[in-house]
């Protein structure tokens, strides 16, 4: 989701020369396949968006896998940037570096200041060793190696996959799939063509009831992948004074409102259940970004901007979803 909107961000802006490769054709986890890769196309700049991504189910099962793939692309990358002289490297890490019960919102002095999220504790410390490898690039060798900590995202090529999806592309998901099978049920009971009478008032029709996890009260961020996109090509093109920053919205929403919110995009008319006897997770998690904002860059698309593209493509997509296994 992330790579693929940075480089049709950069295409936009009039980048060419650009090299995007999948895992199966560069595994960053290859030490020989890395140094070869850096030997034949000796890029300029160098933007790391690949990592093992998933849950908390998927960290719990696999925590070696968590933490040691995701060191091994990002220290293949680093190493190999620092040893070809790349001009800027821009590292993707996440708000889970930042410890599980600091103060709201989340500023990058609260980094190591407290004990991580166990849940995904080893997802945590392999992005944290990648900050830390580009501060000390930074500092001992001068070079212009950043790291960009995105709040939640959300967009096109995202995973709906409800078994390991985040929160909002699930919803979406979830309400349009409840929408659906209503529009299916109304098309099959007007199989004979109805004589619609437009002095009547059509009664709208009530969508099937979306069970949702929790109680809605949770509060969190979302940022639009697109608008991060634009972030990074901001980081890219701009000289900036330290070497992390959060990146965000600045803005949060209750769980609950975030529902409503999608209900009404998608048109599902149903009633919503909350499930109380599952988890909500901690109650507020938001991202200071007074610190980038200072160097000029803040968010441009809304939410509900953003939540109305990303059904489109949604729709526009529903038969080449991913599937993406724990
Ligand atoms: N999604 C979010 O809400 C969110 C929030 C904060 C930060 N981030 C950060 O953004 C970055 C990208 O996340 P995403 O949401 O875009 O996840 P994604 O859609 O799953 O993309 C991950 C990418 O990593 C590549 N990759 C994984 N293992 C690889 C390997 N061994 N060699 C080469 N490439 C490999 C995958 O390539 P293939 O598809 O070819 O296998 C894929 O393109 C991550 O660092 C993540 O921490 C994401």
């Known amino acids: 989701m992330v790579g ?32 070869d890769f850096f030997q034949t ?24 896998q968590f933490l040691m793939e995701n060191m091994q692309i990002q220290n293949n ?43 995904n504790e080893w ?15 930074r500092k001992q060798f001068g070079k212009d190696f950043i790291s960009l900590m995105p709040t939640n995202l959300y967009g096109p090529f995202d995973n709906f996959d409800l ?6 592309p699930a919803m979406l998901r979830k309400f349009h799939e409840a929408k659906v099978k209503d529009d299916s049920i109304v098309e099959l009971s007007r199989s004979e063509p109805v004589e619609l009478s437009y002095d009547e008032p059509v009664e709208p029709t009530c969508s099937e009831p979306v069970e949702l996890w929790g ?19 901001f980081a890219l093109e701009n000289p900036l004074k330290e070497s992390l ?24 008319t149903g009633e919503i259940l909350w499930n109380k006897s599952k988890p909500d997770g901690t109650p507020r998690k938001l991202m200071d970004v007074s610190k980038f904002a200072g160097e000029g ?12 593209s990303t059904y489109q493509w949604f729709l526009e997509n529903s038969d080449t979803l991913k599937e993406v296994k724990i």
């Open 123 to 137: 997802y945590a410390i392999a992005k944290i060793t990648g900050v830390k490898a580009c501060e000390s690039i």
């Open 4 to 35: 693929s909107a940075i480089w049709r961000a950069l295409k936009a802006k009039g980048y060419s020369n650009l090299i995007g490769k999948t895992s199966a054709e560069l595994d960053l986890r290859s030490q020989q396949q890395v140094s």
């Open 163 to 168: 078994q390991t999806s985040h929160v909002l």
């Open 41 to 64: 196309e000796k890029p300029h700049i160098v933007i790391d968006a690949a990592a093992r991504v998933g849950g908390i189910l998927a960290n719990s099962e696999y925590p070696y």
């Open 297 to 308: 860059w803040k968010s441009k698309i809304t939410l509900e901007d953003g939540i109305r």
């Open 77 to 119: 990358l680093i190493d190999f940037s620092l040893k070809a002289d790349v001009e800027k490297f821009i590292f993707l890490g996440s708000s889970c570096i930042y410890p599980k019960l600091a103060p709201q919102p989340l500023k990058e002095e609260y980094l190591l200041t407290g004990a991580l999220e166990p849940t």
């Open 245 to 268: 920053y959060n990146v965000g919205s600045g803005v949060d929403l209750s769980i609950k409102e975030l529902a409503e919110l999608i209900q009404k995009i998608v048109g599902h």
């Open 215 to 233: 109680s809605g009260s949770p509060m969190r961020e979302f940022l639009n992948v697109d608008d991060l996109a634009d972030a990074v090509v």
